[in-house]
């Protein structure tokens, strides 16, 4: 959004990305409204939801067309910061390949009913919710101690570089077989980590 009126030359090469102005003047003018509602939402006199109910409702309210404008305002400050820091384009980056992964695992794990909670009772909810829980920490749990097993041979710890050692991650699944039978003994432990090492003749594998 552009800051002021007139100024349609003073940005050339964004004007194709820019809109019109920002309407300080109903902001202004809805000030005080708006801080009271912020203040309430602080204090907890009033819930986030009743107030976006009450709003859209009458999505016409000039204290709620205000508060739009302000969203408009920050929305352009940070496409401004994002256009012009290398460092926040980057850390934005890294944080969408996170995001991106951990779902890309949460879709190999959470197979069932393609993936889809196809319930609205809130007990089954939260059953489904916890036991996904419980499979990404499991999932993120070997995976970090199969590359501890990893790095601490000699031959990877001298190969990778500190920039390869901050690529790594744990969200990883190309291992995982989320369909056919798996065999699961309670009575055996994976040879990962300390497991491994005190492993001695005998014990179970």
Not at 2 to 20: F, H, K, N, W
Not at 95 to 115: P, R
């Amino acid at each position: 959004y552009r800051v002021e009126s007139g100024e349609s030359d003073l940005y050339s090469r964004l004007t194709p990305a820019m809109t019109r102005p920002i309407r300080w003047d109903l902001i202004e003018q809805n000030y005080d409204q708006m801080i009271k509602y912020a203040t309430a939402i602080k204090r907890g006199t009033a819930s986030t939801e009743a107030i976006l109910r009450r709003f859209t409702e009458s999505a016409s309210h000039p204290t709620y067309q205000a508060m739009l404008e302000v969203g408009r305002a920050q929305k352009t400050v940070f496409v401004a910061r994002y256009l012009r820091l290398r460092e926040l384009q980057r850390e934005i980056q890294e944080g969408l390949n996170v995001v991106e992964s951990s779902n890309g695992a949460n879709g190999v794990i959470f197979y069932g009913k393609g993936g889809d909670i196809a319930t609205n009772r809130r007990e089954e909810l939260e059953m489904t919710v916890l036991c996904l829980r419980i499979l990404q920490a499991a999932l993120v749990y070997i995976n970090t101690l199969m590359l501890q097993d990893v790095l601490t041979d000699p031959a990877w710890a001298n190969l990778l570089k500190p920039e390869d050692r901050r690529g790594l991650t744990p969200l990883f699944w190309q291992h995982v077989q989320p369909y056919g039978e798996v065999r699961l003994d309670v009575a055996k432990r994976l040879r990962l980590g300390r497991a491994a090492e005190t492993a001695r003749p005998g014990d179970p594998n």
